[in-house]
């Protein structure tokens, strides 16, 4: 699934600390995900967060407290 290359080309890339090119990666697998389907909630969190963590590397604060807080409202 291609949704799924793009979390692991993310995790890849994040693990090479090549943040900004983790957090593309985290936002078009996002993008390829419906808002609105219950079963990709779980997914939905896991990519927020990863992308929190990637922005916290960064020292973005307000793009961490935004996705750490869309990953709760998903899987609190």
Known sequence: EETRRMKEEGNVLF????????????????????????????DRAVLFHNRAVCYHCLDQTDAVIADATAALQLDP
């Open 15 to 42: 693990r090479s600390k090549q943040y900004r090119g983790a957090i593309a990666q985290y936002t078009e697998a996002l993008g390829h995900m419906p808002a609105d389907c219950v079963p990709l909630q779980k």
